[in-house]
């Protein structure tokens, strides 16, 4: 009950407003240099603004210059040789004014308001940087402003929640070589490149009184303000002719799905479909379709993803109206734990009944009071209303087109909604953009610290069980029952140091001819009598097996140094000299009571 009362409240409120607020007064003309001035007249305060249109945009951009008109929003307040540095601010502020600009894909805006004693210092100081900006650009400014563009690339964009995705959607919606396949903001590489002599040229080109159109609004008296106007700007030279970028509307065939990740707490899905341009036949319809899909409460998307089904966090429908095709957006941000296919199927679903039956009366009607009183209640602010008359200018060529844009809506029937949604929200021919959450990295990769060295342990080797044949053989056994393994080796305390000089390399011979067998255990007979499956060779890959025979050393004092695992068999061992104290020789052949042979066995 308390909706209906709402929304007959606001068709009364916009009915009575629009009686008095669809048409402005104005006077249009233009001076000798091809400038268009409109002139509004409001009493209601002591107040006064400047706004002037450049019909420059991004689409205006030479390839590898993106970003240059948006970088021209900031160069205008760098200074002239009247007013340097940073005394336009200073001159405005100080007398109770202010400023500020804007950039589109269609034209720059600049506009700035006071009392009304400040409107000449207005006009005076756009004049002078019409005039004089181009000649006092210099590399010292261009670098200021392209880092505090940059700068703004970074806040605005790519540090924004879903920035990245969002910059991408005009580059894949418009194809390479179309004028809005860029991006307002430019890319760094662009920015970085650009230099003084450049932004001279697209100042030379663009800024001039012929690409401007210019609105005074407020409490002024034109006979006074006329003359000053025709002084200021009616004196600058016109400049050449400019000429605009021009393109065919974009058709999408088929259906481009693509994800992002991006620093964000949830995920989002972004539709994207191409739509009428702005002002043209199914424009205003798109824009009643957004309202009807997704504006408050009421709205169909809302109560069917958030309050339903309980999908999403939001949801929002808007159509981005531009002079050469515009596009249409519906986005919604997944609650946690839904999916994105679960989510856009429930969008499509109710875009589909949309489709099919239109909105009802009641659904159309309140969107048309929301919408023309939105609009009608701008018009309370000076600086809104000769926006307005710049923007219908710019588009119709006639400032006073309130009543021509708001009977676009006024007349819109729900066939003519549901037919223009129809064109345009083409399962089947569409950007689907998802943006989901990145894997986030753990606070400190374990990774990143290189482990220190412990301290070893202490280690004992295992000892062996050591006992002697009868014939004198010493035998010394380790223990090791991981593995159904038995490997033994034979040493003898003799090498090839005691081969007689004439007879080199007997002891290796020697050591080979063990190999071979003696007597009745030759070496067929012997590996032929090998239990089934072992031999007494390794298998072939490996080297054939050999007794390790070790060479015995002299050191400095000429005693024998002897291996480690030499074995002596007495009481008295020492690795640094002859191994026995019973041997008085210098020579292991002289001691007679050392055995010659050891046998280390592991089982």
Known sequence: MRKSICAALAVTLAVALSANAQSVAYEKYTLDNGMTVILHEDHSLP?????????????????????????????????????????????????GGWNNASTSQD???????????????????????????????????????????????RQSVENVPYGKANLAIYQIMFPAGHPYHGTVIGSHEDLEAATADDVKNFFAKYYVPSNASLVVAGDFDPARIKPLIAKLFGTLPRGSQVIHAQAD??????????????????????????????????????????????SGISSRLYQKLIYENQLATDVSAYQASMLLGSL??????????????????????????????????????????????SALSGLQSILNKADRLNA??????????????????????????????????ASDARLIMRVIPELKSPPQDPRDEKPKVAAAEPFSPPSPVSFKLSNGIQVHHWQRSELPLVQF???????????????????????????????????????????SGRTSRPAAATKPRRFDCPRLHRDSTRRWNWPPTLSCGLASTRRNGIGCDACTSNSFRGCATSPRLSLHAWA
């Open 392 to 425: 219908y200018e710019f588009f119709f060529g006639e400032p006073n087109s309130f009543k021509a844009d708001l009977d676009r809506y006024r007349t819109a029937t729900t066939t003519d909604v549901r037919d223009a949604a129809r064109k345009v929200l």
């Open 328 to 373: 249409f957006f519906i986005e919604a941000t997944a609650k946690p734990g839904v999916d994105l296919a679960t989510l856009e199927q429930a969008i499509d679903e109710t875009v589909s009944v949309l489709l099919k039956e239109g909105p009802t009366s009641a659904e159309l009607e309140r969107q048309k009071a929301q919408l023309e009183y």
């Open 47 to 95: 107040a006064a603004c400047v706004n002037i249109w450049y019909r420059v945009g991004a689409k205006d951009e030479a390839v590898g210059r993106s970003g240059f008109a948006h970088l021209f929003e900031h160069l205008m307040f760098m200074g002239t040789r009247r007013v340097p540095g940073g005394d336009f601010d200073t001159l405005m502020e100080s007398g």
């Open 107 to 153: 034209r720059t805006n600049y506009y700035s308001m006071g009392p009304a004693e400040l409107l000449p210092t207005l006009l005076w100081l756009d004049a002078d940087r019409l005039e004089d900006l181009g000649d006092e650009m210099t590399l010292e400014k261009l670098d200021k402003q392209r880092a505090v563009v940059r700068n703004e690339r």
């Open 489 to 531: 080796q034979l040493m003898w305390p003799t090498g090839s140091d005691f081969d007689p000089p004439q007879q080199s390399g007997l002891t290796a011979l020697t050591t080979g001819m063990l190999e071979e067998g003696a007597g009745e255990r030759q070496s067929n007979s012997r590996i032929a009598s090998m239990p």
């Open 249 to 294: 509307p974009v058709r999408m065939h088929g259906v481009k799905t693509l994800t992002f990740t991006d620093n964000v707490q949830y995920a989002r899905t972004h539709l994207v479909y191409h739509s009428p341009a702005r002002f043209k036949p199914g424009d205003a319809e798109m824009d009643l379709t957004a309202e009807v899909l997704a």
